[in-house]
Nanobody
Framework: QERFVESGGGLVQPGGSLRLSCQAS????????ITWERQTPGKAREFVAGIASNGESPVYADSVKGRFTISRDNDKNTAYLQMNNLKSDDTALYLC???????WGQGTQVTVSS
């Protein structure tokens, strides 16, 4: 079954960094543009960043621009989200999404707290 497996989340202090990974399972990541999105209880799911299938044209939500970097390694079938200077507002469940065929993962929890 086609899905993502996200990892790398955890508890981090404000100002800290995390690197999230998103492993594609059951399909070839190189065929898909992907997005990172985040979900907080009681709020709508929010777009965080997106990247084309060839790794070009990264786009970011204004709230993370300059702090987060999306990337991918198609040979490893994996995408990444480097998150720097984390803030409490970044606390959320982070999910990978391939919009073309609506593939999702279970997400990885990021908690930013002192």
């Amino acid at each position: 079954q086609e899905r993502f497996v996200e990892s790398g989340g955890g508890l981090v202090q404000p100002g800290g960094s995390l690197r999230l990974s998103c492993q594609a399972s059951g399909f070839l990541l190189k065929r898909y543009a992907i997005t990172w999105e985040r979900q907080t209880p009681g709020k709508a799911r929010e777009f965080v960043a997106g990247i084309a299938s060839n790794g070009e044209s990264p786009v970011y939500a204004d709230s993370v621009k300059g702090r987060f970097t999306i990337s991918r390694d198609n040979d490893k079938n994996t995408a990444y989200l480097q998150m720097n200077n984390l803030k409490s507002d970044d606390t959320a469940l982070y999910l990978c999404h391939a919009p073309r065929d609506d593939y999702w993962g279970q997400g990885t929890q990021v908690t930013v707290s002192s």
